[in-house]
């Protein structure tokens, strides 16, 4: 561990869970009960000696009980308000990291209450109820239909199994053992227990007849249909989507159901573990892991030894945390060339916003201008922690010139620390304030006072307006 974990309110929420009072747990383990009323309190730091006894005596994940909690609630509650609406409040830097600490619950909760506060703004209000203040009733019942996103709600079911799923890690292991399938082969191989499993054939049709699909399956008439425009991974990635849907749909169907969504976000949910599946399916965890290692990394050389693209490379990095054999802490972000973000994965103390868009001097920007290009930067957040990025646009298919495939850019990191470890920290001199690119979490939440690109003036702030001069940014603030 690094720095102290303070977990008092974990310990407490355990203890009130298991129906023990402080004498009785503190009897469990071996501790007296001042010392462990103190924990419990925050007003002594757990110790790795203290964990061990808890995992014994209770069954507790210790890696799951001492992530920090705190950490991320505090981030979020930063960014909560650090929104206008709370310009005149004052709550304090303080305030919030004693809140965070105190009940990260209730942190989470004043979190989604302003979620559904956002979208009630963005979703709901035209523009005429926007200057008025107000909500019609028509508005205010679309915007409870719709406070919150499906997207952002699986993202965050996946997000609370760190992005592991390991019941489908082993059904691919098992399709693997039991099919007999090779790298060298992948798409003929899964295309084989199609057949021979599911009685399904596999056919591959022009652009054209499948107009803006790249994958259907034809229950009638017993077909996987996929398009032409699919590269040839893509291919294999598809077929093993679909047979993770045929061969293992009680088993994402089990796992959808105990994430506690409904409607469309349960049936997105479906579609990202199907995903998951093809994933495992195509880059087997320990053979990639150890690959991972192998090659430092390196991307594109991971892709050509499993016959995938750099997206489903990067995608599969960020799972790579099955306990006991876990690869690097990588954080991820998709996003479009409007700059909307299209998914996100937190790790490694890199905290992305969940209500607007990047820092626009984060490199991943610019990858656009250079399509197929690997763009590595230094970042380094105003907290003064740095990460260790990789960026790159990428296409998805399109249908020809009338259908365009989609572009996006995607980029993966982690913290600096493991930049030793990567084939992409070669060369690069972080001492060299030249070589580091200072970003924030993005323009609302940053603090940073000599940066030329804000798009709104620093929180906290008061605008100058001076009519006489003009600067490389618009905003002068007191």
Not at 45 to 63: E, I, N, S, W, Y
Not at 408 to 425: D, E
Request: charged share 25%.
């Amino acid at each position: 561990m690094q720095g102290k974990l303070m977990a008092g309110q974990r310990v407490r929420r355990l203890r009130r869970e298991r129906g023990l009072t402080q004498a009785r747990m503190a009897a469990q383990l071996g501790i007296s009960t001042s010392y462990l009323n103190l924990i419990e309190r925050s007003q002594r730091p757990v110790t790795v000696p203290f964990l061990l006894r808890l995992g014994q005596a209770f069954d507790v994940d210790l890696q799951r009980f001492a992530e920090d909690d705190e950490g991320r609630v505090t981030a979020a509650l930063r960014e909560v308000f650090g929104d206008p609406l709370f310009a005149r409040s004052q709550v304090t830097d303080q305030d919030i990291r004693d809140a965070a600490q105190a009940s990260p619950a209730l942190g989470d909760a004043v979190v989604l209450l302003f979620r559904a506060y956002r979208d009630l703004l963005e979703n709901a209000m035209d523009p005429a109820e926007a200057q008025r203040g107000s909500l019609s009733s028509a508005a205010a019942a679309a915007a409870a239909a719709a406070v919150r996103a499906p997207g952002d709600e699986v993202q965050e079911a996946m997000q609370a199994r760190s992005g592991y799923v390991h019941e489908l890690e082993e059904a691919a292991q098992r399709l693997w053992a039991e099919a007999g399938l090779e790298t060298d082969g992948l798409y003929e191989g899964l295309r084989a227990v199609l057949t021979d499993a599911h009685g399904l054939r596999v056919r591959i049709l022009p652009a054209e007849v499948m107009h803006d699909l790249v994958r259907r399956y034809d229950r009638h008439g017993r077909r996987v249909l996929l398009s032409d425009a699919l590269a040839p991974e893509e291919r294999a990635f598809q077929l093993a989507h679909q047979l993770a849907l045929l061969g293992w749909r009680e088993t994402i169907d089990d796992l959808a159901a105990g994430s506690g969504l409904e409607g469309a976000a349960r049936d997105l949910l479906v579609v990202e573990l199907a995903n998951y599946f093809a994933g495992a399916c195509l880059m087997p965890y320990e053979r990639f892991l150890e690959a991972a290692d192998g090659l430092a990394y390196d991307i594109d050389l991971l892709g050509r030894r499993f016959g995938v693209g750099f997206e489903h490379v990067c995608e599969r990095l960020v799972t790579l945390q099955r306990p006991g054999a876990k690869g690097l802490p990588f954080f991820l972000v998709h996003l479009d060339c409007a700059g909307n973000v299209l998914r996100r994965v937190d790790a490694g103390g890199f905290r992305f916003a969940r209500f607007g868009g990047l820092c626009p001097r984060w490199g991943v920007h610019r990858a656009f201008q250079t399509p197929g290009e690997t763009r590595v930067e230094i970042v380094e957040m105003p907290d003064g922690a740095r990460f260790l990025t990789v960026a790159r646009a990428v296409s998805r298919p399109g249908a020809g010139h009338a259908l365009p495939g989609q572009q996006r850019a995607i980029a993966i990191g982690c913290s600096l620390s493991y930049g030793a470890g990567l084939v992409y920290g070669a060369g690069i001199d972080p001492e060299r304030p030249a070589a580091v690119t200072p970003i924030g979490v993005n323009c609302r939440l940053c603090e940073r006072t000599d940066c030329s690109q804000r798009a709104v003036p620093p929180p906290g702030r008061r605008l100058i307006v001076d009519e006489n001069q003009q600067g490389l940014s618009p905003w002068f603030f007191a």
